[in-house]
Protein backbone atom coordinates (compact mmCIF):
# COMPACT_ATOMS: atom_id res chain seq x y z
CA UNK A 1 0.00 0.00 0.00
CA UNK A 2 1.56 3.37 -0.78
CA UNK A 3 2.26 5.19 1.73
CA UNK A 4 3.31 8.88 0.02
CA UNK A 5 -0.26 10.00 -0.59
CA UNK A 6 -2.61 12.68 0.84
CA UNK A 7 -6.63 13.02 0.61
CA UNK A 8 -7.70 16.26 -1.59
CA UNK A 9 -11.13 16.59 0.20
CA UNK A 10 -13.89 18.53 -2.33
CA UNK A 11 -17.37 19.14 -2.05
CA UNK A 12 -18.98 17.03 0.49
CA UNK A 13 -21.67 14.51 -0.56
CA UNK A 14 -24.34 16.57 0.86
CA UNK A 15 -23.56 19.73 -0.85
CA UNK A 16 -23.39 17.52 -4.46
CA UNK A 17 -26.51 15.91 -3.70
CA UNK A 18 -28.18 19.87 -3.29
CA UNK A 19 -26.05 20.70 -6.59
CA UNK A 20 -27.68 18.07 -8.23
CA UNK A 21 -31.12 18.12 -6.78
CA UNK A 22 -30.79 13.92 -6.47
CA UNK A 23 -28.93 11.88 -3.82
CA UNK A 24 -26.30 9.55 -4.47
CA UNK A 25 -26.71 5.59 -3.67
CA UNK A 26 -26.20 1.93 -4.73
CA UNK A 27 -28.79 -0.40 -5.72
CA UNK A 28 -26.74 -3.37 -5.75
CA UNK A 29 -28.14 -6.69 -7.47
CA UNK A 30 -27.43 -10.09 -6.42
CA UNK A 31 -28.09 -13.22 -7.74
CA UNK A 32 -27.53 -16.58 -9.92
CA UNK A 33 -26.23 -16.17 -13.30
CA UNK A 34 -29.45 -16.22 -15.56
CA UNK A 35 -31.24 -14.68 -12.18
CA UNK A 36 -32.09 -11.48 -14.54
CA UNK A 37 -30.12 -9.83 -12.58
CA UNK A 38 -28.56 -7.44 -15.69
CA UNK A 39 -31.97 -7.54 -17.04
CA UNK A 40 -33.48 -5.76 -14.06
CA UNK A 41 -30.09 -3.40 -13.52
CA UNK A 42 -30.80 -2.24 -17.32
CA UNK A 43 -34.81 -1.32 -16.69
CA UNK A 44 -33.86 0.00 -13.69
CA UNK A 45 -31.49 2.61 -15.07
CA UNK A 46 -33.72 3.40 -17.90
CA UNK A 47 -36.56 4.25 -15.87
CA UNK A 48 -34.61 6.49 -13.41
CA UNK A 49 -33.22 8.18 -16.36
CA UNK A 50 -36.46 8.48 -17.87
CA UNK A 51 -37.57 10.22 -14.68
CA UNK A 52 -34.31 12.73 -14.83
CA UNK A 53 -32.19 10.77 -12.15
CA UNK A 54 -28.87 10.78 -12.84
CA UNK A 55 -28.00 6.49 -12.84
CA UNK A 56 -25.27 4.46 -14.20
CA UNK A 57 -25.31 0.79 -14.29
CA UNK A 58 -22.34 -1.28 -13.52
CA UNK A 59 -22.87 -4.85 -15.03
CA UNK A 60 -20.46 -8.10 -14.02
CA UNK A 61 -19.25 -9.18 -17.60
CA UNK A 62 -19.02 -5.03 -19.06
CA UNK A 63 -16.70 -4.66 -16.00
CA UNK A 64 -14.62 -7.22 -16.98
CA UNK A 65 -14.32 -5.82 -19.92
CA UNK A 66 -12.11 -3.10 -18.47
CA UNK A 67 -11.53 -2.31 -14.89
CA UNK A 68 -11.26 -6.07 -13.99
CA UNK A 69 -10.00 -8.13 -17.21
CA UNK A 70 -7.02 -9.36 -15.44
CA UNK A 71 -9.38 -11.30 -12.71
CA UNK A 72 -10.41 -14.74 -13.10
CA UNK A 73 -12.86 -16.69 -11.30
CA UNK A 74 -11.15 -17.90 -7.94
CA UNK A 75 -12.30 -17.57 -4.69
CA UNK A 76 -9.69 -14.49 -4.28
CA UNK A 77 -10.03 -12.77 -7.74
CA UNK A 78 -14.01 -12.66 -6.94
CA UNK A 79 -13.37 -11.04 -3.76
CA UNK A 80 -11.08 -8.48 -5.14
CA UNK A 81 -13.73 -8.03 -8.10
CA UNK A 82 -16.25 -7.46 -5.51
CA UNK A 83 -13.78 -4.88 -3.88
CA UNK A 84 -13.23 -2.95 -6.69
CA UNK A 85 -16.81 -2.67 -7.96
CA UNK A 86 -17.69 -1.30 -4.55
CA UNK A 87 -14.97 1.07 -4.80
CA UNK A 88 -16.30 2.53 -8.19
CA UNK A 89 -20.25 2.45 -7.14
CA UNK A 90 -18.66 4.36 -3.71
CA UNK A 91 -17.29 6.59 -6.52
CA UNK A 92 -20.66 7.18 -8.38
CA UNK A 93 -22.94 7.17 -5.22
CA UNK A 94 -20.88 9.98 -3.88
CA UNK A 95 -21.04 12.04 -6.78
CA UNK A 96 -25.12 12.17 -6.48
CA UNK A 97 -25.56 9.62 -8.93
CA UNK A 98 -27.40 6.23 -8.76
CA UNK A 99 -25.02 3.34 -9.22
CA UNK A 100 -26.75 -0.11 -9.81
CA UNK A 101 -24.35 -3.09 -9.13
CA UNK A 102 -25.43 -6.43 -10.99
CA UNK A 103 -22.81 -8.80 -9.93
CA UNK A 104 -23.30 -12.53 -9.15
CA UNK A 105 -21.25 -11.47 -5.78
CA UNK A 106 -21.67 -14.74 -4.16
CA UNK A 107 -20.08 -14.52 -0.64
CA UNK A 108 -22.08 -12.78 2.43
CA UNK A 109 -18.25 -11.31 3.13
CA UNK A 110 -17.39 -9.35 0.27
CA UNK A 111 -21.24 -7.77 0.03
CA UNK A 112 -21.03 -6.90 3.57
CA UNK A 113 -17.75 -5.02 2.63
CA UNK A 114 -19.38 -3.69 0.51
CA UNK A 115 -21.63 -2.36 2.50
CA UNK A 116 -19.88 -1.15 5.07
CA UNK A 117 -17.60 0.74 2.75
CA UNK A 118 -21.14 2.62 1.61
CA UNK A 119 -22.25 2.98 4.98
CA UNK A 120 -18.85 4.24 6.52
CA UNK A 121 -19.20 7.20 4.08
CA UNK A 122 -22.47 8.41 4.82
CA UNK A 123 -24.21 6.83 1.82
CA UNK A 124 -27.42 4.45 1.16
CA UNK A 125 -26.34 0.95 0.10
CA UNK A 126 -29.66 -1.35 -0.80
CA UNK A 127 -29.31 -5.00 -1.32
CA UNK A 128 -31.27 -6.45 -3.69
CA UNK A 129 -31.53 -10.14 -3.76
CA UNK A 130 -32.53 -11.56 -7.70
CA UNK A 131 -33.38 -15.00 -6.71
CA UNK A 132 -34.35 -17.97 -9.36
CA UNK A 133 -34.48 -21.52 -8.47
CA UNK A 134 -31.81 -23.28 -10.23
CA UNK A 135 -33.73 -25.57 -12.37
CA UNK A 136 -35.36 -21.98 -13.88
CA UNK A 137 -31.79 -20.82 -14.02
CA UNK A 138 -30.68 -23.70 -16.23
CA UNK A 139 -33.59 -23.53 -18.31
CA UNK A 140 -32.43 -19.81 -19.47
CA UNK A 141 -29.08 -20.65 -19.57
CA UNK A 142 -28.93 -17.42 -22.61
CA UNK A 143 -25.29 -17.91 -22.25
CA UNK A 144 -24.70 -22.17 -21.92
CA UNK A 145 -22.47 -21.41 -18.79
CA UNK A 146 -24.33 -24.29 -17.05
CA UNK A 147 -24.09 -26.89 -19.82
CA UNK A 148 -20.49 -26.52 -19.58
CA UNK A 149 -19.81 -26.04 -16.19
CA UNK A 150 -21.75 -29.66 -15.81
CA UNK A 151 -19.87 -30.82 -18.72
CA UNK A 152 -16.03 -29.51 -16.58
CA UNK A 153 -15.30 -27.18 -19.23
CA UNK A 154 -15.70 -24.02 -17.24
CA UNK A 155 -14.61 -24.36 -13.45
CA UNK A 156 -15.44 -22.62 -10.50
CA UNK A 157 -18.85 -21.87 -11.46
CA UNK A 158 -21.29 -20.18 -9.21
CA UNK A 159 -24.04 -22.79 -8.03
CA UNK A 160 -22.85 -25.79 -9.80
CA UNK A 161 -19.35 -26.48 -8.99
CA UNK A 162 -18.58 -27.11 -5.11
CA UNK A 163 -15.90 -25.14 -4.43
CA UNK A 164 -18.15 -22.24 -6.29
CA UNK A 165 -21.29 -21.69 -3.56
CA UNK A 166 -23.74 -18.97 -3.61
CA UNK A 167 -24.03 -17.48 0.07
CA UNK A 168 -27.71 -16.40 0.12
CA UNK A 169 -28.51 -13.23 1.49
CA UNK A 170 -30.17 -13.04 5.03
CA UNK A 171 -31.56 -9.44 4.83
CA UNK A 172 -31.63 -7.96 1.68
CA UNK A 173 -33.62 -4.71 1.52
CA UNK A 174 -35.25 -5.89 -1.40
CA UNK A 175 -36.06 -9.73 -2.69
CA UNK A 176 -37.17 -10.44 -6.20
CA UNK A 177 -38.11 -13.80 -7.48
CA UNK A 178 -37.74 -13.53 -11.32
CA UNK A 179 -39.48 -16.74 -11.31
CA UNK A 180 -43.06 -15.20 -10.29
CA UNK A 181 -42.54 -11.79 -11.01
CA UNK A 182 -41.94 -9.50 -14.12
CA UNK A 183 -39.01 -7.43 -15.14
CA UNK A 184 -41.43 -4.38 -14.79
CA UNK A 185 -42.70 -5.80 -11.37
CA UNK A 186 -39.23 -5.78 -10.17
CA UNK A 187 -38.37 -2.42 -11.11
CA UNK A 188 -41.52 -1.03 -9.50
CA UNK A 189 -40.68 -2.73 -6.18
CA UNK A 190 -37.04 -1.60 -5.97
CA UNK A 191 -38.59 1.94 -6.85
CA UNK A 192 -41.75 1.70 -4.49
CA UNK A 193 -39.06 1.25 -1.79
CA UNK A 194 -36.77 3.80 -2.49
CA UNK A 195 -39.28 5.93 -2.53
CA UNK A 196 -41.10 4.91 0.89
CA UNK A 197 -37.92 4.76 2.79
CA UNK A 198 -38.01 8.40 1.83
CA UNK A 199 -34.35 7.76 -0.09
CA UNK A 200 -35.82 8.98 -3.76
CA UNK A 201 -38.37 11.32 -4.02
CA UNK A 202 -40.40 10.41 -7.17
CA UNK A 203 -44.32 11.46 -8.33
CA UNK A 204 -46.85 8.38 -7.52
CA UNK A 205 -47.13 8.31 -11.73
CA UNK A 206 -43.24 8.03 -11.45
CA UNK A 207 -43.24 4.73 -9.14
CA UNK A 208 -44.60 2.55 -11.75
CA UNK A 209 -41.95 1.17 -14.25
Known amino acids: MATNITWHPGLTHTE???LRRQPGLTVWLTGLSASGKSTIATAL????LHNNLAAYRLDGDNIRFGLNKDLAFSP???AENIRRIAEVAKLFADSATVAIAAFISPYAADRKLARELHESA???FVEVHVDVPIDVAEERDPKGLYKKAKAGIIKDFTGVSPDAPYEVPVNPEVYIDTSKESVEEAVAKIV???ADKGILKLPEE???A
Do not use: F, I, K, T
Open 16 to 18: RAA
Open 45 to 48: EQHL
Open 76 to 78: ADR
Open 122 to 124: GLV
Open 192 to 194: RYL
Open 206 to 208: QLH
